[in-house]
């Protein structure tokens, strides 16, 4: 499994849903391309996860993507924030995008994110890179209760124990660092 | 609606439950009361709230108790951590103790607190006073999608707004310094 | 005294500091009003603290500001992160811009915030409104261990009580609903 | 390097330091080997770090004791809350006690901790293991600023790069389950 960076964190190309004409928050190629390079972009990412009845993970999903190149590529369920778009909705619409309508996903009840990444298109100034873009992502951790069906590009949604997603040889697999932000992430919520 | 610090943060008295025989988690009433005079004693605390579909607390529950004087007070879901229980055990037991079998909470995926209350029985070394004993509490915020019928001594949930839970005639009906930590647990979910 | 909301959260006008030719981190104020209705953009705020020797706030520090209309406000120290720059750049810079270089900040070990505040041109949307643009504002609380000597536009920083600044008539000096903001960003340090 | 988990989270035998006559939170041997298998105790624990000017983690420090038994053995800094004594005291007390008066560490501003651990004389309850006890800790990292000095039955401090304490080799040094709840400490701070 290779790792291409210019894929994530979302596949956003260039925007994953039509917009109503003139909603500023929609926008197109070459205007996304100017403010990518202009100012940080908002980002969300959540980390799916089940519960046991106590609350505790038992299984961690990750999203199988295929590259346009025909690679294979790990990530979270992630997209940018519009303008006019509050992280809730964006949060709850990447969901829904990346895991179907019967998901069921339990909405955090703060905004205060698990943790924050940065991400660059230049490598060394934080752990995470993005090709495309400086991002800041919000990163939560997102009991569903439903099933997944991923939509768009995402091939399939694979659940695993905690310890198997922290295995070296699926962190490896997430590409611009994600596999420390995932080891962050789960961190957080005991594992 | 008077305040009775006698009364909390639970209402257990000896134990809530029997436990069975040779159990070194229950105590009886002298045990108890040698040990609350010892060591600060490990309590959970739930902010029971209903969210709308993205997240957002929409109501915040409050018991409501009768005291052995016939008062009426004030209180959040609450009781110890017993010697051999988790924290999420505890957490569970006193919410299906206080809300009754049907409330369906959301178990935290995390058991790293909202905010951590310490009670003492002397006033003065905290915000928070408890008469029987040094108490360290670890406050969650619980989203419940069921319905919450009350058990034991608590005679109703009242569900209602988040600016009514924040209003001042609401913080100072609930003892033991209370108020002040339920606008803090609620600040963390963004009320 | 009275509240401008066009004043900010920061008061950038377009940019705090001159940055080196051919930075793309660096708008001018046609670009920055364009990428503003294009785009959350990203900032950072902080709530300057003063700790008793166990870490305890005793003080809360605010910015009192001159608007261009001569009117006062108070404000929280704040700024956005420019592109290329991480989080911890952009809140040591706007720390050092707004107290002055001898305030002596301790940085956060963690860039996961306190609060996540998101602001809206148009009111309704959020609690937190900013007539200028959609701000996705990450919330610290900073304590200062040195002299506080403010630049640009401040005209001082007011220490006061935690309970001085927490009182209605204070909060509702700070302008955008940053009131309920530093409400809950001092719930968070037990205030 | 060997594991002895009747050595840990500390090694008050049975306290570390004198009390006045008539203190009810210092405990006899006899005392504290009773309440000990009646009620979970509370303890604070800390890791102590290096910050640099931005506040990013860029060295963990990891106390090196010997056990009676002439084993060496990794800890942090660590101890149980006496009656009476608030969180801050403790962490302060054991700070002083583990680190010397000249480290001169950041009280974290918040008693919210980072992690949360619950430590049981049976193995399989939680991923941490105290052979004394049934422990509720709550983890703290703390930023110090001076110099180490420690005292007590601690040989040294050892300061090393955050990658290196994330080590599986540092890693399974620290007993009792520490290893993981290290990750968890450092995931936190963004390491």
């Given at each position: 499994m290779s790792i291409d960076t210019a894929e994530l964190p979302d596949a956003e190309g260039p925007e994953d849903r039509p917009a109503p004409a003139g909603n500023p928050g929609w926008l197109s190629e070459d205007e996304l391309n100017f403010v990518r390079g202009r100012l940080p972009v908002v980002y969300v990412e959540a980390v799916p996860v089940r519960l046991d009845g106590l609350g505790q993970v038992i299984e961690v999903g990750l999203l199988l993507r295929g590259t346009p190149e025909g690679e294979m590529t790990r990530s979270f369920v992630s997209g940018r924030v519009r303008y006019g778009e509050t992280l809730r909705e964006a949060l709850f619409r990447h969901l829904e995008n990346d895991l179907g309508p019967m998901a069921f996903p339990q909405m955090p009840a703060t905004v205060v994110p698990m943790q924050v990444a940065e991400y660059f298109p230049?490598?060394?100034?934080?752990a995470y890179v993005d090709a495309r873009q400086h991002a800041v992502s919000l990163v939560y951790v997102v009991p569903v209760t439903g099933t997944c069906n991923p939509r768009q590009d995402a091939l399939e949604v694979t659940w695993m124990a905690p310890s198997e997603a922290l295995a070296e040889a699926t962190l490896s697999e997430l590409p611009g660092g994600r596999g420390a932000l995932l080891r962050q992430a789960l961190a957080g919520v005991g594992c």
């Open positions: 230049m490598p060394g100034i934080s």
